[in-house]
């Protein structure tokens, strides 16, 4: 069952769809997901004033509710899955990871692997220090032989 935030987030992109924007639903172009057709826009200020709407929302309810978008095989439900943890991006940590890692392994298209990857794993690597720096590396070592393309593909862009 999906929270208030997600239900909300859900609804509004759903709204915010555009007939003809659906061409490509369940198209290999997006790699057979669902589609609203709802712009890039409407989807980073429907993730913007989920946030307003649900302040403060701890981390553990942060990555839940990226979790809850992206259990959703939907394109829109997946971007704002991503603009969510773009916008929360510092209070990612180390642990993370394996969270996203799930993500890669199923993002199936580039739209969803490159912004994932270079605007959220990567700054997040970035900021990890001491033991936390050793783990991610060998997580990402391990991304770059995975049977999954997803997770190959992020490995190459870090």
Not at 69 to 85: F, H, K, N, S, T
Not at 112 to 121: G, K, R, S
């Amino acid at each position: 069952m999906d929270s208030a935030a997600a239900r909300f987030i859900d609804h509004t992109l759903r709204s915010e769809a555009s007939e003809w924007r659906t061409w490509a639903d369940g198209d290999a172009s997006v790699g057979g997901l669902g589609v609203y057709g709802a712009s890039i826009g409407a989807i980073r200020g429907t993730v913007r004033d989920a946030l307003r709407r649900h302040r403060d929302l701890p981390h553990d309810e942060i990555t839940a509710l990226a979790s809850e978008l992206w259990a959703v095989p939907v394109l829109e439900r997946r971007l704002a899955a991503i603009v969510l943890l773009q916008s929360e991006a510092d209070a990612l940590t180390g642990n993370d990871l394996t969270r996203i890692e799930g993500f890669l392994r199923d993002a199936r298209i580039p739209q969803l692997i490159e912004p994932l990857t270079l605007d959220v794993v990567r700054p997040l690597l970035g900021r990890l220090t001491g033991p936390e720096v050793d783990r991610a590396r060998r997580i990402v070592t391990r991304w770059s032989t995975s049977d999954a393309e997803g997770l190959r593909a992020a490995a190459a862009l870090l």
